[in-house]
């Protein structure tokens, strides 16, 4: 698994061009980061995949280190040549990149095979929410995308096993949204590390992508549009009943049997396909954000009231705008 170079290098000055991308958008998830790969790739000095967001190649996913429901294709490399075909096509951009969000979530994995794979020159960007409102987020994407059957209520009461019996990050909404002790592991192998909020990327995305350029070492007004959002949250009305806990009884039921009841039957789909492999493409029916239980939310808050407070000091900035008014 070594650095063969396949590219002309570009130029003094330039980062070195080889299989391996030179800077990664590590996460959070359903914090913004399929909004910048879709901004990023606007840039004609930067190479993301056409093909594939996420690469979740230093995370290890690939190796089946993680649970993963049998229904769900997890488009993943099988190997550094796999991993390494999603940048062949990269020509004269300056920079290559790779958007995982797995990466975050297993930085204690991923961190220290970036640094060993790709160097210590490589570019690290994050991009975090508010720990609740993303739990929220992330639990009505998966409900979305029959990705899960249960109450919001129920996946917190039993995360912590769902954790012990190594689900994939994307049934951990809570553990996922512990910033802190995930940024460590890359703040400690990478000198090069920005780490944005999404409320940034909300309220000034012209702003927030020419800091992303300028810490790249890239032109910061090269001509990106930034009007659509990508990815965003919200589940059509006919699966209000699974947030109501229509299913909550089944809970102790495998993912896979209560697919094979609730979903295949009705929409006929055996196999997940789309463009990066992960979920069935959400419907066409009009989509809501309904508000999380009040009683939940400041459990919530409470819960992640310390992870906030050590975020603070890692980054040495506020992080008021999270905390309940």
Not at 89 to 97: H, K, L
């Amino acid at each position: 698994m070594g650095n063969a170079p396949i590219h002309q290098h570009p130029g003094p000055g330039a980062p070195a061009v080889t299989g391996w991308p030179d800077f990664l958008v590590i996460g959070a998830p359903k914090s913004g980061t399929t909004s910048l790969y879709h901004y990023l790739r606007q840039h004609p000095d930067i190479f993301l995949s056409p093909t594939r967001k996420e690469g979740r190649f230093f995370s290890d996913i690939w190796k089946g280190a993680v649970h993963w429901p049998a229904f769900y294709h997890f488009d993943a490399p099988c190997s550094a040549a796999d991993y390494q075909a999603l940048f062949a096509a990269r020509r004269n951009e300056v920079r290559a990149g790779d958007v995982s969000p797995d990466y975050l979530a297993y930085a204690d994995i991923a961190a220290p095979q970036a640094l060993s794979l790709c160097g210590p020159a490589t570019r690290i960007i994050a991009i975090l929410r508010n720990p609740v409102d993303r739990a929220w987020s992330h639990y009505l994407q998966n409900v979305r995308r029959d990705a899960e059957f249960l109450s919001f209520a129920k996946t917190l009461e039993i995360e912590a096993g769902r954790k012990a019996a190594n689900w994939g990050f994307q049934w951990l909404y809570t553990d996922t949204g512990r910033y802190a002790g995930k940024l460590q592991p890359w703040m400690k192998c990478f000198e090069h590390c920005l780490v944005l909020l999404q409320d940034e990327l909300d309220h000034d995305a012209p702003g927030t992508m020419r800091r992303i350029f300028e810490f790249l070492d890239l032109d910061p007004d090269a001509p990106v549009s930034l009007q659509e959002r990508y990815n965003t949250g919200g589940i059509p009305a006919a699966k209000l009943p699974v947030l109501a806990g229509a299913h909550d009884h089944r809970s102790d039921e495998s993912f896979e049997a209560l697919h094979a009841e609730l979903v295949a039957p009705v929409s006929g789909i055996s196999s997940a396909s789309t463009a990066d492999g992960v979920y069935p493409p959400p419907g066409a029916a009009p989509v809501q954000v309904p508000p999380m239980d009040a009683n939940t939310r400041a459990m919530l808050e409470a819960r992640f009231a310390p992870e906030i407070d050590a975020l603070e000091r890692l980054l040495g900035r506020s992080l008021d705008a999270w905390r309940p008014a």
